[in-house]
């Protein structure tokens, strides 16, 4: 049976309470680091384990830790991002209307080892019943007396505040998110400086995902050495994955990384393959800020091995042939998938979603969109396609912040893989604009 | 390193070498080699605190980072913000990638351009003109539907024309640093973001008019100049007059006898350092409410003063014809060499900018 970290207790009932929780082991963590482990030796434990940032980047948590400055008299923060909007991104959400209290533990161990003595959780706005939760779990360890002044009796105090964003996808971008809650209108910083140096309010600021804060109880309750015994080389741990779209079970998969693609997309442990009588057209398999693969390539490397999910794995081959773990929306389309329709409709999310101050992604991303419309509905021309592709590569590198990249991938690679369907729809608009007309050209269907 | 002077940084731009002091960005370091090697800046605007790094127009290489760390940097960074290192080599005219990231970012800031720059006031003075024709192409490759907006007038004296905003975030600055109350700023997001004062307030503020000096384009213009004549047809003259409010140093800008506009002095980079205030810019238009100083020194480079409209110096191949049909060869006044400025201190004109001319082999 496959390690959970932490899911292992999500269908327990009643887990979502303080009591529950509690019986199964919950809050040993905090009481364990509390009581025999200095910040260091916590942060130490982070380092060991491996863990990368679960938020899309991958960045290695124990090392964001350790570049947190620390100047005498000047307070830190750690800011819990739980702005989840990426398309086909929906883990952090699970989680935290599950089991709450997971990551209310992990917010009290990561803020104890970095010294912080107020942390946030900046949770998207749409998701107010799930402020709700974590405003009565917090309620709650705070009556227990796992949060607030002189925690356990060791003179550290801890305040959590949960911070309703307003539904900006450009808020969950770290320094974004810093500007909105300090209540500002939520624009990317130009970095550096990083919020390690110069975050919340100019402070010392750590920003970690939920699912990356999470893992922390169990790391400190097993030791980093356990978490980095389970994965593959540097994926280590577990990760949770998002998995839609035409898949027999879609749903939330905690998985030991490592994984072989297609044992995920066909095992009945997990996806349960693709709906009956349809086959494996194309793989997001990072959220939709990924490049997009095809079958072959998402089920096998260019080599032919088998692509596993790791990080190291799905991004071989770089944009060529390979693509990024991202932020495990793992989003499966069969054969009925029209690709420049799902590519517009990725378009028309960045351009909606861009804040709008740097000039390539302000426009860019509209240009894109517009022009990809226009194709889809059959008014493309032959040079649309060099043209978006040249678009995509004046954005990609030369904005302020990942959101002109994350707008560029998905256009550059379904171009880059899908060209013939493009194609098709700009020579036969006739045929390509009726309703649900699909390219049934030549293509790799597994 | 007992020595209390801070030690100077080495860097080469475009393979000149400059000291500068540490903390200077790449921008500033190549400003101080000379124009020739400063990259454009659209945005980033040296008095206004916080402004740069948006309209990615002043992107550079950095070939080696430091003398310590020599790795390139990996993606091109912004010139405006980026603090230099010692012994850092940046690329910017030189650099075929910086060519076409520039290329690309004057492509971007013209598809939802309205291009109306034969009615605008602000043509002949635009950076945007001038970024456009140092570094953009003649052709345009967009097709879709520009974003337009409705005009608004903010307050008697200024007007807003959103459509022709380019999202510098100067006015935000300069509205937030200048004035002593913000009602103005950013409303909205991606292209559809545009600048408000928030309910449509009008911004009635001592030195609100300075918005319309920094904006680099002609989207706040000055109402009473509106439509009044074109930028290379009048003369501008540096006056000063006593002013309780503000410095009162200013440009007078001349038709004939009549003062039809008056503004703050700019730099040669194109930015005002001493903000005026609105009694002086909207007030006093009477050449005796002013002291005179002498003719203005035009020395920063526009599309117009720097003659590049001349037939003859239009490189793209889309139109010599077209240009010989159309322009004719500006005859400048404010060229240096027709003004009288012998009465006027010699180092305010130390630098004469080279006109496209110079610059066609
Ligand atoms: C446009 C954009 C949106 C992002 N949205 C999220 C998000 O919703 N949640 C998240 O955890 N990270 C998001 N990120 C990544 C964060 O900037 C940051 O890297 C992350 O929160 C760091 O946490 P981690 O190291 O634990 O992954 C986003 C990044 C960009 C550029
Ligand atoms: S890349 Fe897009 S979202 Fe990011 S700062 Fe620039 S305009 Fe804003
Ligand atoms: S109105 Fe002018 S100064 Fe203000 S953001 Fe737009 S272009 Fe910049
Ligand atoms: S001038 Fe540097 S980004 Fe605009």
Redesign the pocket.
């Known amino acids: 049976m496959a390690t959970k970290i932490l899911t292992e207790h999500i269908n327990v009932p009643g887990i979502e309470t303080f009591d529950v929780y509690r019986k199964q082991g919950g809050y040993t963590a905090v009481e364990k680091a509390f009581k025999t482990m200095t910040p260091e030796e916590v942060v130490e434990e982070v380092k060991k384990s491996g863990v990368r940032g679960r938020g899309g980047a991958g960045f290695p948590m124990g090392m964001k830790w350790s570049f947190l400055a620390k100047p005498e008299g000047v307070p830190r923060y750690l800011v819990c991002n739980a702005d989840e909007s990426e398309p086909g991104t929906f883990k952090d959400h699970y989680l935290m209307k599950t089991i709450p209290h997971l990551l209310i533990e992990g917010m009290i161990i990561s803020s104890y080892a970095l010294g912080a003595n107020k942390s946030f959780i900046y949770v998207r706005g749409e998701l107010m019943y799930v402020i709700h939760i974590l405003e009565k779990a917090i309620a709650e360890a705070k009556a227990k007396g796992f949060l607030g002044k002189n925690i356990l009796g060791t003179g550290y105090d801890l305040e959590l505040v949960v911070q309703p964003g307003g539904g900006a996808y450009?808020c969950g971008?770290e320094t974004?998110l810093l500007e909105s809650l300090e209540g500002k209108r939520g624009?990317?910083r130009n970095k550096p400086p990083f919020p390690a140096v110069k975050g919340l309010y100019q402070c010392p600021t750590v920003v970690n995902n939920v699912e990356s804060i999470a893992t922390t109880s169990w790391i400190v309750n097993h030791g980093g050495e356990a978490y980095a015994a389970i994965g593959i080389g540097r994926s280590t741990g577990t990760k949770l994955i998002s998995a839609s779209g035409h898949i027999n079970k879609p749903g939330v998969y905690e998985i030991e990384l490592g994984v072989p693609v297609e044992d995920f997309i066909y095992a009945d442990e997990w996806c349960g393959g693709i709906r009956p009588g349809h086959k494996l057209k194309a793989v997001v398999a990072g959220g939709s800020s990924v490049p997009i693969l095809p079958a072959n390539l998402i089920l096998n490397l260019a080599n032919g091995e088998k692509r596993l999910m790791t990080y190291e794995s799905l991004s071989d081959g770089g944009f060529q042939t390979g693509t990024m773990l991202g932020s495990g929306g793992f989003i499966v389309m069969d054969e009925t998938s029209c690709i420049v329709r799902n590519t517009w409709n990725f378009a028309r999310f960045y351009h909606h979603?861009?804040?709008?101050?740097?000039s390539?992604?302000?426009e860019g991303?509209g240009w894109m969109e517009k022009v990809l419309h226009r194709i889809e509905y059959g008014h493309g021309h032959r040079q649309d396609i060099d043209l978006l592709v040249d678009v995509a590569k004046k954005i990609e590198g030369n904005?302020?912040?990942?959101?002109?990249d994350a707008?560029a991938w998905p256009v550059a690679s379904a171009i880059r893989h899908f060209r013939d369907e493009f194609e098709w729809h700009i020579t036969n608009p006739q045929e390509a604009t009726q309703p649900g007309a699909v390219y049934r050209g030549e293509m790799a269907l597994v | 390193m007992e020595d209390n002077k801070p030690q100077l940084f080495k860097v080469t731009v475009d393979g000149i070498e400059v000291e500068v002091e540490p903390g200077t960005t790449i921008l500033q370091a190549a400003r101080k080699i000379g124009p020739e090697v400063a990259p454009p800046a659209m945005c980033y605007y040296q008095p206004l605190k916080g402004s740069g790094g948006?309209c990615r127009a002043c992107l550079v290489r950095v070939a080696a980072g430091s003398a310590k760390d020599p790795r390139p940097m990996p993606k091109l960074v912004a010139s405006c913000i980026t603090p230099v290192q010692d012994g850092m080599v940046v690329e910017n005219t030189t650099n075929q990638q910086v060519i076409d990231a520039r290329n690309g970012i004057v492509e971007f800031l013209l598809i939802n351009h309205p291009l109306d720059c034969p009615v605008c006031d602000q043509a002949g003075e635009c950076d945007l003109q001038n970024f456009a024709f140092d570094h953009g192409k003649a052709t345009t490759r967009y097709e879709e539907d520009r974003r337009t907006f409705e005009k608004h007038d903010i307050g008697p004296y200024i007007q807003l024309h959103m459509t022709r905003c380019i999202l510098c975030y100067r006015c935000v600055y300069t509205a937030d640093q200048i004035t002593n109350k913000r009602v103005h700023g950013v409303l909205g997001r991606?292209d559809a973001a545009e600048i408000g004062t928030y309910i449509e307030k009008a911004i009635d503020n001592d030195f609100s008019g300075n918005v319309i000096d920094v904006c680099p384009v002609g989207a706040l213009t000055d109402k009473t100049y509106r439509f009044k004549n074109r930028v290379w047809f009048t003369k501008p003259v540096d006056a000063h007059r006593d002013c309780p409010t503000c410095s009162g140093k200013v440009t007078l800008w001349y038709r004939g006898e009549e003062v039809i506009r008056v503004t703050a002095r700019k730099n040669e980079w194109n930015e005002v350092t001493e903000f005026i205030c609105n009694t002086c810019r909207f007030d006093q238009k009477k050449t005796s409410d002013w002291v005179i100083e002498g003719p203005t020194k035009i020395s920063r480079s526009s599309v117009i003063s720097a003659n590049k409209y001349r037939a003859d110096t239009i490189k793209p191949d889309f139109g010599k014809r077209l240009a010989a049909a159309t322009y004719k060869p500006i005859d400048d006044k404010r060229d240096t060499s027709q003004l009288d400025i012998q009465q006027l201190p010699p180092e305010r004109f130390a630098k004469t900018l080279p006109s496209a001319l110079d610059k066609e082999p």
């Open positions: 450009i971008e974004a624009n990317p979603e861009s804040c709008g101050q740097c390539p992604c302000r991303t904005t302020i912040c990942p959101l002109g707008a | 948006k991606g």
